[in-house]
């Protein structure tokens, strides 16, 4: 007996190939890599909440669901805002192209109205009201669009290249900064964040989040302390292992 895992039903997105990034700058290279690899750990806390959102019913884990739900939601919230906000305008500006960045903002639109339709719902929600047939009905709604969005803007980012490399590096470090000044509570952000990161994803090549070794152990000793129950529903460890999802239906 076995579990589905967090790989599934929304498909992970692979990282640019060294046939894709033949030619290309170590910068470019580096900032499709690492935006794709950030998408993946919102595809992963997605498929967790697909997986395991049926079989949470009773009311102390249907709480514990419902938060580990909003985080995610967050997570995706707070990575797009700070592409509109700063990323994309900053793309726009150093390559003299106003509009270069436009299909992705119209994919975020696409998608937008089924994640406040979930994000409504969610918000609300109580042991009493949940209902984990309506969750996935919701998810079903925007997954697709959001996942085909994920994958598409890394292909615009390798397209990039030709404005040169050296001055996107600076522009990806600013937006990173964003990101983290962004997070108003880091008891959520930060469990929901690293227990979706997969260390071993192809093959373990990549250094992926890269931040200081301490971080897992300040997240699971300290961070992920006060909301303890809401990351059993995680699909990896503190340390990036992946790990079976416990509220997964049991598969032959
Ligand atoms: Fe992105
Ligand atoms: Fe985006």
């Not at 093959?203 to 971080?215: A, C, D, E, Q, T």
């Given at each position: 007996?076995?579990?589905?895992?967090?790989?599934?039903?929304?498909?992970?997105?692979?990282?640019?190939?060294?046939?894709?990034?033949?030619?290309?700058?170590?910068?470019?290279?580096?900032?499709?890599?690492?935006?794709c690899l950030a998408h993946n750990v919102m595809v992963r806390n997605l498929n967790a909440i697909h997986l395991q959102c049926e079989q949470v019913t009773k009311p102390e884990d249907v709480i514990d669901f419902i938060l580990f739900c909003q985080t995610s939601l967050e997570e995706i919230h707070t990575h797009h805002a700070a592409e509109e906000e700063l990323f994309f305008p900053q793309v726009a500006e150093y390559t003299g192209e106003k509009n270069i960045m436009e299909v992705n903002i119209t994919q975020h639109h696409a998608f937008e109205k089924g994640l406040k339709e979930?994000?409504?719902?969610?918000?609300?929600?109580?042991?009493?009201?949940?209902?984990?047939?309506?969750?996935?009905k919701m998810l079903d709604r925007f997954g697709e669009i959001l996942v085909v969005h994920l994958s598409d803007e890394i292909q615009t980012l390798l397209a990039l290249d030709k404005y040169g490399g050296e001055k996107l590096g600076p522009i990806w470090a600013q937006f990173n900064k964003k990101i983290l000044a962004q997070i108003k509570d880091m008891h959520r952000v930060l469990p929901c964040a690293l227990g979706a990161v997969d260390k071993t994803f192809e093959?373990?090549?990549?250094?992926?989040?890269?931040?200081?070794?301490?971080?897992?152990?300040?997240?699971?000793?300290?961070?992920?302390?006060k909301h303890k129950g809401s990351w059993r529903f995680s699909p990896c460890t503190m340390f990036g292992i992946p790990r079976p999802l416990e509220f997964a239906k049991d598969v032959e």
């Open positions: 007996m076995t579990k589905l895992w967090a790989d599934q039903p929304f498909k992970l997105i692979p990282t640019p190939t060294t046939t894709a990034t033949e030619g290309l700058s170590k910068e470019v290279t580096e900032v499709a890599t690492e935006m979930f994000e409504e719902y969610i918000y609300k929600a109580t042991p009493k009201t949940y209902d984990g047939k309506e969750v996935k093959g373990g090549k990549h250094n992926f989040p890269p931040f200081p070794w301490f971080l897992p152990y300040l997240a699971k000793y300290y961070y992920a302390k």
